[in-house]
């Protein structure tokens, strides 16, 4: 009994017992106030995801939570608002320094917050957020710590965002937020044709995942803006429309995995801008759209140009398009593109083949062929 009632003095313990009861936020509010040794590790579980901010607001001082329930923050009441010193947010910092992970909805509640506290960070220990953007962000407020490493932006369909929504966002980001390793932009709309934000060097981001429903030069700026940081792993859309992706500067010259989602004309054109020269496993996914067979074929022989000594693990899927009518036989068509060039991958040891096709690749005698150096192992689907 003694062992036990010593055990609970060590701080490890405590929180292990916390983290099992991550789930259980109501056995973790019980354990906060059961004793005062469970206190801290509880309401560090506790307050560690936060996906609503509701539970702050009465936290707030009274003379910004007055701000906040009569004029929800406006710009005019902001204005000129003289911030309460320190003793007043001691409450609501209490909580605060305890969150890691913020899905935030609606960025104006901390937008405002982070205005009146000028050159503070509201959530300090902040390690990945999740933000819907409804207007720029105020050069004068730090809205991201510099102890985030994963940063979602997302634009809620009905709000017609604002192009410099995105361009301040990135810019706060770089400035603040040097750790970042993964940044997500989402279901965006823009009305401007490109970003004027000059290229922005994140010295530690290493993915990064584009599906949004932009403008085709929009993407291209936005990938011109990223494209020199050290990024080795890229999921992207490309919009239905066609691109000029000829550019001056190199694209993402450190990239080791790649997911594209489009046509296979459009994944082509991307490909070809593609700097990298280790990239080892490409993805491309066609689900709508033209995929005619010259186009296959093109983007075959570039894939082979741009990754054929390094490519390791090769994922092809061709969906039923309204250009193809006989599909068993593009299947074959596609299949007699493709297999040809199977030596020239020097390394490749995976090939996925989802094609719009009820055929077997078993059915398919170059599968057996000899010349293929590394491959171990061929997989073949029906879409």
Sequence with gaps: MVSSYRALYISEILSEISYQLEDDRKSLSRLARCCKAFSDPALDVLWRRMSLFSPFIPLL????????????FSAESIAGFQCPPMHEWKAFDAYARRVRILYSGASHFLAGVATIRADFNVFPFLRSMSMQLQEPIQPEIRLFPE???????????????????????????????????????????????RLDTPPLHFKHLRS???????????????CCVLAQSPVIELKIELPPTSCIWDTPQSLFPHLER???????????????????????????????GPARLADCSRLFS?????????????????????????????????????FPLMPNFEHLEELHLSLPSATQVDDYPAVEASGWPALRRVEFMAT
């Excluded at 995942?209 to 936005?222: D, Q």
Aim: hydrophobic residues 40%.
């Design 147 to 193: 102890t985030l490493q994963s940063l979602e932006i997302s634009g809620p369909a009905y709000i017609n965002c604002k192009d410099s929504c995105i361009q301040t966002a990135l810019v706060h980001a770089a400035r603040h937020a040097p750790f970042l390793k993964h940044l997500h932009v989402e279901d965006y709309s823009y009305n401007s044709d």
């Design 258 to 288: 790649v997911d594209i989602h489009g046509t296979p004309a459009l994944a082509d054109a991307f490909i070809t801008n593609v700097s990298s020269p280790c990239v080892r496993s490409l993805t491309v996914r066609h689900s709508r």
């Design 302 to 338: 570039t894939i082979v140009n741009k990754c054929g000594s390094s490519l390791q693990s090769l994922s092809l899927t061709i969906s039923r398009s309204p250009v193809l009518h006989n599909h068993d036989g593009v299947a074959h068509d596609i299949m007699d593109a493709l």
């Design 61 to 72: 001082p009274p003379e910004v939570l007055t701000l906040w329930v009569e004029y929800q």
């Design 208 to 222: 990064v995942e584009i599906s949004a429903f932009i403008s085709s030069n929009v993407l291209k700026s936005l």
